[in-house]
């Protein structure tokens, strides 16, 4: 079988086991606890180790054998799954789910650079740009239905059973790059070192400080991954759970309906960008907010309460996509090429640190205020628009 297609059906079901996961286990957990605070919280932590493995997932894909990283990527996996169903009758709920998650998200992390470099040694020309896309087709897919399906199949098999069946397919996707034959896939002389990272990052930090501009753009990111983006991934599950009384298929057919949004945008950015070109992100920060307004409204009105979560649900994850692909376009603008993938990697780090805090801090407030959900998402449209003001202000003075 050809190498190319030997890791996109590796990746397919590598990555479904990943995503049913990190949708089931805290959907698992606040059905157990009934916990919004605490669901929040869960997520939040489980955030970290992805951003550990960002940092040094391009660097083990430069440094070690890739279809070997792969496989063993997989297999340990495989193992977290297995001893979580063994253990999950015994062993305390929280600290399992936490550490389970954690697991997944840094594997995540370590998984997709690795993927990536290994596209330049099977490809070339306009294959290799094919290729690039084919790799993200199936992310965002998997992205898509993992949700959906997880939560299907933990109505059906109960969490240990999903945690079993994930376990197979990262086994499976472990013996499918068992068996791959990558040309030259040898791994560099140079070796991974905290002190080699420390002087990236270092390097990075230093040219941010004199950046303004720069430093403006990773404010407003990091606003929106601090006020806007939580406010719909806590909030949702919270609402359709707890507040609606809906099944996990309903939420996984909402997530899956959101994620769709969020192809949309990508799609959209690829012409509306083009097209018509805008300078400033304030546009769609606005909308962001109005949107998370304008379903805290709209849950005021019983009839309106799912439609409105699908529908503006899917809009706002249509514009944040938006905003990605510009925050993005912008970095690669101000930033100089030869700064380029480290200043990237640092912003991009920066700004996702608040969107724990952010998970972290509207999970206690739909908590506190269970009886009023529709209050919050209003509240963080009103006080988003005001940071926006605020970083507008301190940019014009």
């Known amino acids: 079988m050809n190498t190319f297609v030997l890791i996109v059906l590796g990746?397919?079901?590598s990555l479904f086991g990943n995503a049913a996961l990190r949708f089931a286990l805290p959907l698992y957990l606040l059905r157990q606890t009934g916990s919004a605070a605490l669901y929040g919280g869960i997520t939040a932590l489980a955030m970290l180790p992805a951003l550990a493995g960002m940092l040094t997932g391009g660097a083990l894909a430069d440094r070690c054998r890739k279809a070997r990283l792969m496989a063993l990527l997989d297999l340990v996996t495989a193992g977290i799954a297995a001893a979580a169903a063994a253990g999950l009758p015994h062993l305390p709920?929280?600290?399992?789910?936490?550490?389970v998650l954690g697991s997944l998200y840094a594997i995540q992390g370590l998984y997709q650079p690795v993927v990536r470099a290994c596209l330049p040694l099977l490809l070339n020309g306009t294959q290799l740009l094919r290729g690039n896309a084919v790799i993200q087709l199936v992310d965002t897919v998997d992205e898509l239905l993992g949700p959906l399906l997880g939560a299907v199949l933990l109505e059906h098999l109960g969490i240990r059973g999903l945690l079993v069946l994930c376990g197979c397919c990262f086994a499976l996707s472990a013996g499918m790059e068992l068996c791959l034959r990558i040309p030259q896939d040898v791994p560099?002389?140079?070796k991974l070192s905290v002190r080699s990272l420390w002087a990236d990052l270092r390097e990075s930090a230093q040219f941010l400080t004199g950046q303004a501009a720069v430093l403006r753009?990773?404010?407003a990111m990091a606003a929106v991954n601090l006020l806007e983006v939580p406010a719909l991934t806590v909030g949702v599950p919270v609402l359709v759970v707890q507040t609606l009384q809906k099944s996990d298929a309903s939420l996984g057919l909402v997530q899956a309906v959101l994620s769709a949004g969020g192809i949309l945008g990508g799609v959209l950015a690829g012409t509306v960008f083009v097209r018509h070109p805008i300078r400033s992100g304030t546009p769609l920060l606005l909308a962001?907010?109005?949107?998370?307004?304008?379903?805290?409204l709209a849950l005021r009105v019983s009839v309106l309460q799912f439609g409105s979560i699908l529908v503006l649900g899917a809009v706002f994850m249509a514009v944040a996509a938006l905003f990605n692909v510009w925050f993005f376009a912008q970095l690669q603008v101000l930033v100089p090429?030869?700064?380029l993938g480290k200043t990237t990697a640092c912003c991009t780090v920066l700004a996702c640190l608040t969107q724990p805090i952010g998970q972290a801090a509207y999970g206690i407030a739909f908590q506190h205020w269970a009886a009023h959900p529709a209050d919050v998402l209003?509240?963080?449209g009103v006080l988003s628009v005001l940071v926006l003001w605020l970083l507008q202000t301190r940019r014009t003075a």
């Open 93 to 99: 709920l929280l600290p399992l789910v936490l550490t």
């Open 378 to 380: 209003l509240a963080a």
């Open 337 to 339: 090429q030869a700064q």
């Open 217 to 219: 753009l990773a404010a």
């Open 288 to 296: 962001l907010s109005g949107v998370c307004a304008a379903l805290g």
């Open 11 to 13: 990746q397919i079901v």
């Open 188 to 190: 560099q002389d140079t």
